[in-house]
């Protein structure tokens, strides 16, 4: 009986099956970072997707610049200070013809021509830059420059011309991020930001729909531009103008109706993804995301998200393939060498083919590929 008897197949089904799970998402560019990952996974109630930089590129760029060429490289100088996409593609722009690019974009606000380059003129020296939940601001060259949401302006005491006001609502409607640009107390311009949507995005939300999870898109946008995501049969809410800091309160919100998992890159999903029950940061993010986060997606690709979920439910099954297989054994051959209808040389072989059986069965991949 202590011959036949395999407990070491018992202790082994759960860490070998998710020993393969991590080798497994290794392969695909999915480093887990915390061996529990599976488990919580399994449990998961909520999908959280942050909008800017997940579902879309992150990539964004200039599609119209209403301003002139001077105030468009102050708010450049400014804007390099910020680690927000729309505050990089404003920072790589100079107006080369900003007026003919803004009555392009007017009449084809799909252009892909950007209406911005390189104009050549030195770059302005920054001082006092400050970060808003809507928009940064600092002095370039001495002069004070705000680059942002109407809302910051008017925080501000500045002064907000309709014609900015209506540039900015007509750019939300058609998807874009529009920011206004001012100096010295009042908005003289706006310029336009296009993103990306990201190639798969739509499949990754269904499978995941479809797998019994909520799926919920979190954006600091206005709602118009997150108009693609409201109206997607496959996401059941869209939180939007949530500021930075306003994202992690919304991640601990939906915490009380169920495990939450996020998703996110950049600094400014850190925090929502600390927050998060589980997080999961895509490659293109920042080192602090990744730091935050339990599961990160190497190579920047979102379909990976869904694959995490379906080497969990995998690893899941896995493990109780091999408990079930090990009970059984033990529960048939312990009860027959009790009885002495074993021997002992039959006794060592079959407790030997168990534990070998648990660990053929742990090192097979999880998923078909």
Not at 4 to 12: R, T
Not at 210 to 223: A, C, K, M, Y
Not at 342 to 351: D, Q, R
């Amino acid at each position: 009986m202590l011959i036949v008897s395999c407990p070491c197949a018992l202790g082994l089904a759960t860490p070998l099956a998710v020993a393969a799970g991590i080798r497994d998402a290794l392969e695909r560019s999915i480093v887990i970072f915390d061996d529990t990952v599976f488990e919580r996974l399994r449990g998961a109630d909520t999908v959280v997707f942050d909008k800017t930089g997940t579902l879309t590129t992150g990539e964004m760029r200039v599609v119209s610049a209403d301003v002139d060429d001077d105030l468009l490289r102050l708010a450049a100088a400014v804007e390099e200070r910020s680690a927000h996409p729309v505050g990089q593609a404003i920072a790589a722009a100079r107006a080369s013809d900003g007026a003919t690019g803004a009555a392009d974009a007017a009449a084809n606000p799909d252009s892909a021509s950007p209406a911005v380059a390189d104009g050549g003129q030195d770059p302005a020296s920054v001082t006092d830059f400050e970060s808003h939940a809507r928009g940064v601001s600092g002095v370039a060259d001495g002069v004070e420059v705000v680059v942002g949401h109407p809302a910051l302006f008017d925080e501000r005491g500045w002064a907000v011309p309709d014609g900015v006001r209506e540039a900015v609502a007509a750019a939300r409607d058609v998807g874009r991020v529009p920011v206004a640009v001012g100096r010295d107390g009042a908005a003289e311009g706006v310029v336009v930001v296009g993103d990306e949507l990201r190639e798969g995005w739509e499949e990754t939300v269904t499978e995941l729909a479809d797998s019994g999870v909520e799926v919920v898109v979190l954006t600091g946008d206005d709602e118009r531009a997150a108009t693609v995501f409201s109206e997607h049969d496959a996401i059941s809410s869209v939180f939007a103008g949530v500021p930075p800091e306003g994202k992690a309160e919304t991640v601990e919100r939906l915490k009380t109706h169920g495990r939450t998992v996020m998703v996110g890159d950049g600094t400014n999903d850190a925090p929502a993804l600390a927050a998060a029950d589980l997080g999961v940061a895509l490659g293109g993010g920042t080192a602090m995301a990744a730091d935050a986060a339990d599961v990160a997606i190497v190579d920047d690709d979102l379909g990976s998200v869904a694959t995490v979920f379906e080497l969990s439910r995998a690893a899941g099954r896995r493990v109780k393939g091999n408990i079930g297989w090990a009970f059984c054994y033990n529960a048939v051959a312990i009860p027959l060498a009790v009885t002495g209808l074993l021997n002992p040389l039959f006794a060592a072989v079959a407790m030997g083919a168990s534990s070998l059986l648990v660990v053929t069965n742990s090192s097979r991949a999880l998923l078909d590929d």
